[in-house]
């Protein structure tokens, strides 16, 4: 059965650091590409980064460009999401998800990952 399950959300302060964590089972994660996603409240899901399959490409949104770094660790199944300098605007459920094909791309199209997290919550305020 695969699955992912993120974990690490919390409650922080504007200018404070959280890590993500996507932990991934039920199949053999070193050959997917892994996004990470958020949604915040009245708003659109939408891409925040992506890790190729074996680590060495990574690609973020520019509004998180310098503040969030992507990586993946294959032998423990899991991928991270290092956030620092948080912004209120950060705040969301943030998910991870599998891609279907194996070709590094900015694409939030939910029909381009076929597995998807339940999401942690990352609150940034004050």
């Known amino acids: 059965q695969v699955q992912l399950a993120e974990s690490g959300g919390g409650l922080v302060q504007p200018g404070g650091s959280l890590r993500l964590s996507c932990a991934t089972s039920?199949?053999?994660?070193?050959?997917?590409?892994i996004g990470w996603f958020r949604q915040a409240p009245g708003k659109d899901r939408e891409g925040v980064s992506y890790?190729?399959?074996?680590?060495?490409?990574?690609i973020y949104a520019d509004s998180v460009k310098g503040r969030f770094t992507i990586s993946r660790d294959n032998a423990k199944n899991t991928v991270y999401l290092q956030m620092h300098n948080l912004k209120p605007e950060d705040t969301a459920v943030y998910y991870c998800?599998?891609?279907?094909?194996?070709?590094?791309?900015?694409?939030?199209?939910?029909?381009?990952?076929?597995?998807w997290g339940q999401g942690t919550q990352v609150t940034v305020s004050s």
């Open positions: 998800a599998r891609k279907k094909s194996v070709s590094l791309s900015f694409s939030a199209a939910t029909s381009e990952y076929d597995y």
């Open positions: 039920g199949f053999t994660m070193r050959y997917y590409v």
């Open positions: 890790i190729s399959p074996s680590g060495t490409s990574t």
